[in-house]
């Protein structure tokens, strides 16, 4: 899997692209589902944590350990989240050799492009978890749910730099298992230059049936919750699991 250049050379300009302020609804999402389980929840692994950005609303109320496989990303988390413990490795393999009470998987599960990716995902999660533990799990796009979108942002820093961005999502291929998003960044370093860069990154689309099937496959009993949502878009889905 190549990593996306937002993660590698770009990632010091992620928390201008998507700052920690745009994750407060999903992280008070995320904290009242783990406050549901059935145990109490007091430590979170987070796998593809990325710039820490869900991290930083979460580590009041969980000892949060961070893993992601791109190290630009780990570095801008960091400096975020410098009480947390960080971890470079890939979700679909790596192993702690401990447990924990709960394993969120955010959007950057959405990177799996095969059954087989996610299906080593869920095999991670269920080794780090014991009878009981809860797992989160946020993708952004289902089968059912997918709709082609554009969007554009973009914010500054105090020493004049900036970006904006356009994002554009679509489906070229219908009858595979994948769709795309394509990039494009308008960057200004702090000393007024101003270039464009462009990416195109690749996401694994399943049913929801899948997303269930493998997870109950990995050890866990799984239900599916809508997000609350005002936006003008569909809710997405949340697989929300017990380790058995």
Known sequence: ???????????????????????????????????????????????GS????????????????????????????????????HVPGDMRNVRLERTFDAVLVHDAVDYMLTEGDLAAVFATARAHLAVGGALVVMPDHMRETFEASTEHGGTD???GSGIRYLEWT???????????????????????????E?????????????????????????????EPTDDDRTARRVLVGTAR
């Open 1 to 47: 899997m190549t990593t996306p250049r937002m993660y590698a050379d770009l990632a010091r300009w992620w928390p201008l692209l998507s700052p920690p302020s745009e994750y407060v609804e999903d992280a008070a999402l995320i904290a009242g589902l783990l406050r549901t389980s059935s145990r109490e929840v007091r430590t979170v692994l987070e796998l």
């Open 50 to 85: 990325g710039g820490g950005h869900n991290a930083v609303h979460l580590a009041g109320d969980f000892a949060m350990t961070l893993v992601d496989i791109a190290e630009g990303m780990l570095a801008v988390s960091r400096r975020l989240n410098p009480a947390s413990e």
């Open 157 to 159: 820093a105090p020493d």
């Open 170 to 196: 679509y489906d070229p291929d219908p009858a595979d298992d994948s769709v795309v998003t394509e990039y494009v960044y308008c960057l200004r370093d702090s000393g007024g230059r101003v270039w464009t």
């Open 198 to 226: 462009h990416e195109r990154h690749t996401f694994g689309l399943f049913t929801q049936q899948r997303w269930v099937e493998l997870a109950e496959a990995a050890g866990f009993e799984v239900s599916v919750v809508l």
